[in-house]
């Protein structure tokens, strides 16, 4: 890759230019729009804004309980603190004490039941950190503990759940288990994963005149907050404008979940006339938010005798904690990744999502897809074990195919023609000299007695769209200035994945300026209404088509004026590089800001909003049938690990990824989203731990107990490509979503730590490994590998 | 000096109406209006908060150390130079580092990275990151949730040790002072006094004068009171400007004194040269910007089972040296720990250092620390191991085995080593006497690994132990590594 450069364009043309403008940013390595600024604290987050004067500050009382009814709440003592200006509880609500995205099922302050620990009962808003404090330890509140469930076991036990049972089906799945000549079943658990995003949840909101509120919230969803703190508040959206500078890392984790705060942070707005911040400490925030969700499945798959799946039988639960939030999705997207890259001829998929008394839990990188691809990745595995095959040859022998093997288990077609997995495959396994290395661990492996090494392929294929079809939409709005220069306003958050980046490149691609005269303005609602989350990593594909509709608008209103600065036909006119001249004389060319200057004299219009949908999506979910997908990204990884037999602390030796991100809208950004997918994958299936007592306490909430990869914890060698020549039709200039899917090509490293743990056991032996992979995780299945090999 | 004074990015800022508990972050955030400095955990684990100090090391020389601005009470700079990022950028130029950081695509949503770059600007004024793992460990206490670190860490290769002649370069002399630190402040709000003695004279008196007195060093343990349970100490009394108690000297026989306020980065310099089972221990504490406060006594003062420096110590045969007005006493530093969090000091008493005897001969020694992260995490067993073997008898004349995250203290495991004694230095003999760690030790279980995890690994640790040290009595950690014992 090449070393990027300002978000300048390049005096070359770029290789793969799509149109005829052959100068542009598009396609190009680039530096982050905000990199520089983020260095030097010019880059502002919510909780950087100067403080407006009389702002508050707010501190919560929370439940101490997991279930418990609540039997008295008296603010009047806190409410006397000095400094205090009012103690928010479910009684001050203007509207509706509701904060429930999808199903109105749950309370922004509790009002009879406290559901999970950590859930919020008050809110103090005072002058000083101190005197919340203070009085938060002043709200009277009495609890009647009530019995809780905690766990998947305990909530299917109990038939405590979420919404409906969602079933996918093909074929006689008995039949076809019964007749297969290999059996594997099991279990599969994950645990969740908290976001940890470096900025904690936090909103800014102020009183305007009328009645409105303006709320600066770090959230993923702006018009989501909108609506909610409208709802809260009893008033119409027109009154609420929520604006977004820049997250501090979201990770879903501030796709459904920034709303509550921002609701509490507008509600004290309301209600004491001053400027209100909600900004929880690290502790809180780990606390009361939710988490990837935890899964449990039971499996039984059938196997011919070379490692090919004929059969697989599923039950998937999520722990979806006390309240739906986006469960239903999550497990939707859980279901549609069971599958991963493999065709499976005859199978019947079953999922439920459980309730529990634990904080309801939430988008997260992968929303589902992680946990579902664990399962036919741990099926594989074990086969490939109990066989003595490589499972990177077993993997690569279950992938789609020709049809018939092109449909996935909810019928949707996998196209050949898009198809990338033979050729990741081939590309990976080549760069990253698999079968050399794989020779050089076994000769390792073999004379070394308390350290040995494993090595793993890993595919991804991910299914790009929200599942909730209307869903996919995004709107832009695009202001050009009299003196050439362009604020861009998109629906769009920026939360570090380079959105703006990307969307900086489309506009001046499609206005042919420079990306020096382009602003990206705070995302706002009263800029673009109605929007989507960012997220199910469709903000460049939705919002990209909206900035470049919204671009071609203006683009095609000042054609005219350029064709008559230039005497030239309207046809020939090409915008390039923040000038403007005729097909075939390059060398005449008129500055864009006369194009413009122009326009304005001539009145005509140079703002433009832009909209997108995408098209020909669709689900039925009672039938486990449709086309909820655009299109599939792809990816695949090769994973080298060394554990250590004594200790059972691992290493990542080296990691290979070759990614199909399409053709990539700016090569150095996505590199930067698979490296960081990979290791939050990483984290999430070794080291990461959400531990909960038996009370239902959450024991790990800050960094000192709850562990995410270190700086030394990245792979000692790291090689990541993009996929040549994959320029995916029907998306945004032939770029693919690359958010999400590197995340699982980690579950290679789970593969790897096994193949390095059976060096331990006797000759085809079935690794027992728990994940997390903790070091005392591995040491155990050590230790279970040289009992067995000893028996 | 009665009152805070400290220089901020180039400005002398004399406060006389805050509480001294005030954390520097907290003062950059909600005082001085500088919000480049982010708070992610106000306790130390993220690095979010990291900004540069000027100090001198042992040498002499003056050097910027990256520090954790949330644990860094506003008296811990008195006098002394603060830099944050936002003072990098200086007439419009980006520093090296800001530059290497964009440049690499370090960032991606930002928030940690004011912080990597203070920790990368130390990195950038540091002359001995010669080895790629020193880079890591330079790093190690600052994470990012979003890179995946790689393009962090080519920045931080590209920027190691460059020191530009720059206006920061210039910033550390010569010529250049700090201010002293010595202090005597009341709030005049809050009623709450700190005080940085200068002498062993002022410490006694302050120490009769205020019977409410807290001694504090770094105040990285110290400070979490204040940042995660919001307690206000009122009177706390720092040992940092007293001259004798920092820094490592010969002591009287032999061996070594490491004063009590040595921080532990000095202590680490040391040990690369001098003692391979103590740079190993150090080698995973904590990260560079604790390691940059934290003291040796503030480590062993805590009595916490799971403090990094006891087990390694206490095999290495260390005295507790323990100082009041009425003079000096000393103790084999395992009797120091008297029960759970609990020492041997009286009221009025310090700890001012550690004297580490020099090695037995014919010794084999190492030390282990096991977490569920490698770095930036607190151990869930830890070892400090050294036997004496006769070379020719090959039996074992002594073993001092001490384990932390074992017990209530870290403590010797004498059953283990009475055992051993005696023995035949072979595979199975260390296997035999490995069976006594039952005897010796009942460990719990918690969220950093359970009792039979803890138990199998310190029986392990014996067994890498003696496999370590045959080819070596006294072996360095190697680099890379997967594990802290890592024999083939
Ligand atoms: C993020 C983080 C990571 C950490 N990692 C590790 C680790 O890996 N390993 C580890 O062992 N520790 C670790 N610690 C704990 C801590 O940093 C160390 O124990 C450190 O050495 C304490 O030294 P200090 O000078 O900062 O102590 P302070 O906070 O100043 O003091 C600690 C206690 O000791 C008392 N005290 C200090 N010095 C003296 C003295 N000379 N005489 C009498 N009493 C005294 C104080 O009154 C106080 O009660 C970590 C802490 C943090 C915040
Ligand atoms: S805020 Fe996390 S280390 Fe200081
Ligand atoms: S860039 Fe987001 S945490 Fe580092």
Same mark, same amino acid.
């Given at each position: 890759m090449r070393k990027p450069r300002e978000l300048e364009p390049p005096s070359t043309p770029p290789p793969s230019a799509l149109t005829e403008v052959r100068v542009s940013p598009l396609h190009q390595p680039a530096l982050h729009e905000s990199g520089l600024r983020h260095t030097s604290g010019e880059a502002l987050y919510v909780d950087d804004l100067p403080h407006p004067p009389g702002m508050l500050v707010a501190w919560l009382v929370t439940s101490p309980h997991a279930h418990a009814r609540i039997t008295k709440l008296d603010t009047t003592k806190a409410k006397a603190v000095p400094g205090v200006h009012a103690v928010l509880t479910h009684a001050e609500v203007l509207g509706l004490n509701n904060v429930g995205p999808v199903v109105h099922d749950e309370e922004l302050f509790a009002s009879t039941e406290v559901h999970f620990h950590g859930q919020t009962v008050a809110c103090v808003l005072a002058e000083s950190y101190r005197a919340a404090r203070e009085a938060a330890a002043r709200v009277e509140v009495a609890y009647e503990p009530l019995p809780a469930i905690l766990t998947i076991e305990e909530a299917i036990r109990a038939g405590s759940f979420l919404g409906d049972a969602h079933v996918m089906r093909r074929g006689d799945v008995k039949a076809a288990l019964a007749a297969a000549p290999v059996r594997v079943s099991g279990t599969v658990d994950n645990g969740a994963q908290d976001h940890f995003y470096l900025e904690t949840q936090v909103s800014l909101a102020v009183p305007e005149e009328g009645g409105a509120v303006r709320i600066h919230s770090s959230t993923q969803h702006p018009s989501e907050v909108q609506a909610i703190v409208a709802h809260v508040l009893g008033v119409g959206r027109q009154r609420i404008t929520v604006e977004v500078p820049r997250m501090g890392g979201g990770f879903g984790g501030k796709e459904t979940q920034a709303a509550g705060f921002a609701a509490m942070a507008a509600l004290g707005a309301c209600v004491t006339g001053r400027p209100v911040k909600v900004w929880l400490n690290r502790d809180r925030d780990m606390m009361t938010t939710g988490k990837r969700h935890p899964f449990h499945s039971r499996f039984d798959a059938g196997f011919d005798e070379d490692g090919r799946l004929l059969a697989l039988d599923v039950d998937i639960y999520a722990n979806g904690g006390?309240?739906?939030?986006?469960?239903?999705?999550?497990?939707?997207?859980?279901?549609?990744?069971?599958?991963?890259?493999?065709?499976?001829?005859?199978?019947?998929?079953?999922?439920?999502?459980?309730?529990?008394?634990?904080?309801?839990?939430?988008?997260?990188?992968?929303?589902?897809?992680?946990?579902?691809?664990?399962?036919?990745?741990?099926?594989?595995?074990?086969?490939?074990?109990?066989?003595?095959?490589?499972?990177?040859?077993?993997?690569?022998?279950?992938?789609?195919?020709?049809?018939?093997?092109?449909?996935?288990?909810?019928?949707?077609?996998?196209?050949?023609?898009?198809?990338?997995?033979?050729?990741?495959?081939?590309?990976?396994?080549?760069?990253?000299?698999?079968?050399?290395?794989?020779?050089?661990?076994a000769a390792f492996n073999a004379s070394s007695k308390y350290q040995k090494r494993g090595l793993a392929f890993q595919p991804v294929k991910f299914g790009i769209s929200f599942t909730t079809s209307h869903l996919n939409q995004a709107g832009a709005l695009v202001n050009v200035y009299a003196d050439g220069t362009v604020q861009l306003s998109h629906g769009g958050t920026e939360m570090g994945q380079g959105l703006h980046t990307k969307m900086l490149a489309v506009c001046a691609h499609a206005l042919g300026v420079r990306t020096s005269a382009i602003r990206v303005m705070n995302t706002a609602t009263d800029k673009v209404p109605n929007t989507s989350a960012t997220a199910a990593s469709s903000g460049a594909d939705l919002n990209g088509q909206a900035v470049k509709a919204a671009c071609e608008q203006i683009r095609e209103r000042l054609r005219p004026i350029a064709a008559r600065l230039l005497h030239a036909d309207p046809d020939e006119v090409i915008f390039e590089d923040g000038e403007v001249y005729a097909r075939g004389r390059p060398s005449a060319r008129v500055p864009f800001r006369e194009v413009t200057a122009q326009a304005y004299l001539a009145q005509v219009s140079m703002s433009a909003t832009?909209?997108?949908?995408?098209?020909?999506?669709?689900?039925?979910?009672?039938?486990?049938?449709?086309?909820?997908?655009?299109?599939?990204?792809?990816?695949?990884?090769?994973?080298?690990?060394?554990?250590?037999?004594?200790?059972?602390?691992?290493?990542?030796?080296?990691?290979?990824?070759?990614?199909?991100?399409?053709? %990539?809208?700016?090569?150095?950004?996505?590199?930067?989203?698979?490296?960081?997918?990979?290791?939050?994958?990483?984290?999430?299936?070794?080291?990461?731990?959400?531990?909960?007592?038996?009370?239902?306490?959450?024991r790990t909430h800050s960094p000192d107990t709850y562990k995410i990869p270190a700086f030394g914890d990245a792979p000692l060698d790291f090689r990541v490509q993009l996929l040549e020549n994959a320029?995916?039709?029907?998306?945004?200039?032939? %770029?693919?979503?690359?958010?999400?899917?590197?995340?699982?090509?980690?579950?290679?490293?789970?593969?790897?730590?096994?193949?390095?743990?059976?060096?331990?056991?006797?000759?085809k032996h079935e690794v027992q490994l728990r994940i997390p992979c903790t070091p005392e995780a591995v040491l155990f299945a050590i230790e279970h590998a040289k009992r067995a090999a000893s028996r | 000096m009665d009152h805070l004074r400290f220089c901020l990015n180039d400005r002398w800022i004399d406060l006389k109406d805050i509480s001294p508990t005030t954390t520097v972050l907290r003062y950059l955030r909600d005082h001085a209006h500088l919000t480049a400095t982010k708070e992610g955990c106000a306790e130390g684990d993220c690095g979010a908060c990291t900004v540069a100090v000027a100090e001198e090391r042992p040498d002499g020389k003056r050097t910027y150390r990256a520090i954790n601005a949330c644990l860094l009470l506003l008296p811990m700079v008195q006098g002394k130079r603060v830099y944050t990022a936002e003072a990098l950028k200086r007439n419009g130029e980006y520093h090296l580092v800001q530059r290497a950081m964009a440049e690499n695509l370090g960032s991606q949503c930002g928030y940690c990275t004011p912080g990597i770059v203070m920790a990368l600007f130390e990195a950038c004024y540091r002359d001995d990151l010669d080895q790629p793992w020193k880079i890591d460990a330079q790093m190690a206490g600052n994470l990012c949730r979003c890179t995946g670190y790689r393009p962090i860490r080519a920045a931080a290769n590209e920027v190691a040790g460059k020191r530009p002649d720059d206006h920061f370069a210039q910033a550390l002399g010569p010529g250049v002072k700090d201010e002293p630190m010595q202090l005597a402040y009341t709030s005049p709000h809050t009623q709450q006094r700190y005080y940085n003695p200068a002498t062993f004279e002022e410490l006694w008196d302050v120490l009769d004068r205020e019977p409410e007195a807290r001694i504090v060093a770094g105040g990285t343990d110290l400070s979490l009171e204040v940042t995660k349970r919001y307690a206000d100490p009122p009177v706390l009394v720092s040992l940092e400007a007293i001259a004798g108690l920092k820094g490592v000297r010969p002591g009287a026989g032999g061996g070594h004194v490491f004063g009590a306020t040595t921080p532990v980065t000095d202590l680490e310099d040391w040990a690369s040269a001098h003692s391979p089972p103590l740079e190993r221990m150090l080698r995973y504490f904590g990260a560079r910007a604790i390691k940059n406060r934290a003291t040796v006594g503030g480590n062993l003062c805590n009595a916490s089972p799971i403090g990094d420096l006891a087990p390694v110590l206490i095999a290495l045969g260390a005295e507790a040296v323990l100082r009041s007005r009425a003079g000096e006493r000393r103790m084999p530093l395992e009797d120091f720990f008297v029960a759970y969090r609990k020492t041997a000091l009286e009221p009025k008493e310090i700890l001012a250092g550690v004297k580490v005897p020099p090695l037995p001969p014919h010794a084999r020694v190492s030390a282990y620390k096991v977490s569920k992260r490698r770095e930036l995490d607190i151990s869930a067993v830890s070892a400090g191991l050294c036997v004496t073997v006769d070379p020719t008898s090959r039996r074992v004349t002594s073993a001092r085995l001490a384990y932390g995250g074992m017990a209530a203290t870290p403590a010797r495991a004498r059953k283990t080593e009475a055992a051993l004694v005696g023995q035949v230095w072979t595979e199975d003999s260390v296997l035999a006497a490995a069976k006594q760690l039952a005897e010796d030790f009942t460990p719990l279980s918690d969220h950093r690994g359970s009792a039979p995890y803890r138990a199998l690994v310190a029986r392990n640790l014996l067994l890498g132990f003696f496999e370590e040290t045959k080819a070596q009595p006294c072996p360095r950690l190697p680099h890379p590594h997967t594990a802290t014992v890592e024999v083939r």
């Open positions: 006390f309240s739906t939030d986006l469960t239903g999705a999550i497990l939707d997207r859980a279901l549609f990744h069971l599958d991963n890259a493999y065709f499976i001829p005859a199978l019947e998929f079953r999922g439920r999502a459980c309730r529990t008394n634990l904080p309801s839990n939430t988008a997260f990188r992968g929303f589902g897809g992680p946990q579902g691809m664990l399962v036919i990745e741990e099926a594989l595995n074990r086969a490939a074990e109990r066989l003595g095959l490589d499972p990177a040859e077993v993997r690569r022998r279950n992938f789609y195919g020709a049809a018939p093997r092109n449909r996935t288990p909810y019928d949707q077609e996998v196209k050949f023609e898009d198809n990338r997995l033979l050729r990741l495959f081939d590309e990976v396994m080549k760069s990253a000299e698999y079968a050399r290395r794989r020779e050089a661990i832009g909209y997108y949908r995408t098209p020909n999506i669709h689900y039925d979910r009672v039938a486990g049938k449709g086309k909820p997908f655009h299109y599939f990204a792809y990816g695949a990884a090769v994973v080298e690990v060394e554990v250590s037999g004594l200790t059972g602390e691992h290493r990542l030796k080296r990691v290979d990824i070759v990614h199909d991100v399409g053709a %990539s809208l700016v090569p150095t950004i996505d590199r930067g989203q698979v490296e960081g997918g990979f290791v939050q994958g990483w984290g999430w299936l070794t080291c990461e731990e959400v531990l909960f007592d038996d009370q239902g306490r959450l320029a995916q039709d029907d998306v945004i200039h032939g %770029s693919k979503a690359v958010g999400e899917p590197p995340l699982m090509l980690a579950i290679g490293a789970v593969t790897a730590l096994r193949h390095a743990i059976a060096a331990f056991g006797p000759p | -």
